[in-house]
C-alpha cells in the first residue's frame, strides 16, 4: 500500500512568491491535514480537509489556503511567501475523522525555502 | 485547551543506556495518546500508541503507560541503539466538537552515540 505522497520534495522561492504543494493520501483516507514545522515552533497544525471541504484551522494567517479534492487528493497554497515561511510542511491522512484513535500517516514532507 | 508538554532536549545517550523522555498532557476528556517519530529527512511515524487509561503501547522496545492520574505518558527504552537516534514527539488527540487535528509537543532531539 502506497504511504502518503509529497510534491515537491524541495524548492526554493523567493519573498513574494506563491508556491503550491501537492499530498496524496494513502488508499482509502478521506482526511488530509497539514503541518508546519520550523526549528522554533516546532509542529504547528494548519488545516484539515475531509470531503473537498475544511474541517479545522489552525492560527495562521489568509496566505495559507488549501483544498482538497474529489479523490481526496490535497493541495496546500502560500501566497506572497516571506522568509519566516521557510519550513518543512507535512502532510499526513487519516481514513475518517470523528475518532480519537485513528492514528495520522505522514507524507515525508515537502521543504520550503524562501529567499 | 488540549495541549502537549514534553521534555526538551537535546538527549544524549551512550549505546546500551536507559532512556526516559517525559511527557505530559491537559486534556478536557479522555484523550488518546501517541509518541511519533522523525528520522532525519524524513517525515513522521507512530511509534506507539494508548487509547484509555492504564493501557501500555510497546513497539521496537520503546514503551509508555496512560497514566491518568498524573496525565503523563513517559516513553521508555531499556537499552537504546544508535538507529534510535531521531526526534520524538507525543501527541494527543481527543474527540470533541472540531474532531480536530493532534496535538503534538515540541520534539525532543535523541542522540545516541556508540
Known amino acids: 500500500k502506497a504511504g502518503v505522497t509529497q510534491t515537491p520534495r524541495y524548492l526554493i522561492k523567493t519573498r513574494g512568491q506563491q508556491v503550491t504543494l501537492s499530498c496524496s493520501p494513502i488508499s482509502g483516507h478521506r482526511s488530509v491535514s497539514w503541518y508546519q514545522q520550523t526549528p522554533g515552533q516546532g509542529l504547528q497544525f494548519l488545516f484539515e480537509y475531509f470531503s473537498e471541504t475544511q474541517r479545522n484551522k489552525g492560527n495562521f494567517p489568509g496566505r495559507f489556503s488549501g483544498r482538497q479534492f474529489s479523490n481526496s487528493r490535497s493541495e496546500m497554497n502560500v501566497s506572497t511567501l516571506e522568509l519566516g515561511d521557510s519550513a518543512l510542511y507535512l502532510c499526513a491522512s487519516r481514513r475518517q475523522r470523528g475518532t480519537n484513535t485513528g492514528e495520522l500517516f505522514f507524507g515525508e514532507g515537502s521543504r520550503l525555502t524562501v529567499l | 485547551g488540549n495541549s502537549v508538554t514534553q521534555m526538551e532536549g537535546p538527549v544524549t545517550l551512550s549505546e546500551e543506556a536507559f532512556l526516559t523522555i517525559n511527557c505530559t498532557y491537559t486534556a478536557t476528556g479522555y484523550p488518546s495518546l501517541f509518541w511519533y517519530v522523525q528520522y532525519p529527512g524524513e517525515g513522521l511515524q507512530l511509534l506507539l500508541k494508548?487509547?484509555?487509561?492504564?493501557d501500555k503501547g510497546s513497539n521496537k522496545g520503546f514503551e509508555a503507560t496512560y497514566r491518568k492520574e498524573t496525565t503523563s505518558f513517559h516513553l521508555e527504552k531499556g537499552s537504546v541503539q544508535v538507529s534510535d537516534s531521531a526526534v520524538y514527539f507525543c501527541?494527543?488527540?481527543?474527540?470533541?466538537?472540531?474532531?480536530?487535528?493532534?496535538?503534538f509537543g515540541a520534539g525532543t532531539r535523541l542522540t545516541v552515540k556508540p
Open positions: 494508548a487509547t484509555k487509561a492504564d
Open positions: 501527541a494527543l488527540s481527543e474527540l470533541g466538537p472540531n474532531n480536530n487535528d493532534m496535538r
